[in-house]
């Protein structure tokens, strides 16, 4: 079946412009996770969504950063007044309630 | 301490050999592990998930999960050189789905 999907690819923006991310989980996915890898960096956890339930936001860096997801499936990532900084690899993944996460391709955010 | 951690450099084997990478992780409390391939520019795969003490193999792959010891490696036997990738472990942390990743383990298989 279909994967974890994740637009677009590639996004190059300047300093102090807005972006969204947005990510398609497997269908049947229940929970869905953004998390972040910056070059030489390991992977960094953003943002947790499990059904209906408030997400956990405990990994996001800073209230630049939000994320929504819509009918508990498709999520989009927001990320206000973009920094240099926030160049990354950002990566989307999903699971059943409580199990093995698969991660889409990841969207490549440069900030120039 | 760092939750998760992988300390080896790249790893160079020879095509056919035994590759062992190893990762230790800072709660004792963490239920589920798994490990992760990435190839350079591409996503995370998940090539194995363990969750109680002992071995589970997979094709060419075996985990092996310690929680005395609190730690988790993996066996890659009979290398090919399409096994050339970084490793990550991860870790469920604190009894929650998030995932935390060691740095990665660079594997080299030579021809």
């Known amino acids: 079946g279909a994967g974890v999907s994740q637009s677009p690819s590639n996004k190059v923006t300047e300093k102090g412009k807005d972006v969204e991310l947005r990510c398609d989980p497997i269908s049947g996915h229940t929970a869905l996770y953004w998390y972040r890898q910056s070059l030489g960096q390991g992977l960094e956890f953003l943002i947790y969504f499990q059904g209906n339930s408030a997400p956990d936001k405990s990994g996001l860096p800073s209230d630049r950063f939000s994320a929504e997801r819509t009918g508990g499936s498709v999520s989009t990532l927001t990320i206000q007044r973009t920094q240099q900084e926030d160049s990354a690899v950002y990566l989307c993944?999903?699971?059943?309630?409580?199990?093995?996460?698969?991660f889409g391709p990841g969207t490549r955010l440069t900030v120039t | 301490q760092k939750e998760v951690e992988q300390n080896s450099g790249p790893l160079s084997v020879p095509e056919g050999a035994i590759a062992s990478l190893n990762c230790t992780y800072s709660d004792r409390g963490s239920q589920s592990f798994f490990w992760y391939r990435q190839y350079s520019g591409k996503s995370p795969e998940l090539i194995m998930s363990?969750?109680?003490?002992g071995d589970k193999e997979d094709g060419r792959f075996t985990a092996q999960l310690n929680k005395a010891s609190q730690y988790v490696s993996l066996l890659i036997r009979d290398s090919q050189p399409s096994d050339s990738a970084t490793y990550l472990c991860a870790v469920n942390m604190y009894g929650n789905n998030r995932l935390a990743f060691g740095k990665g383990n660079q594997v080299v298989v030579i021809p």
């Open positions: 993944a999903s699971s059943l309630v409580s199990g093995e996460q698969y």
């Open positions: 363990i969750y109680s003490n």
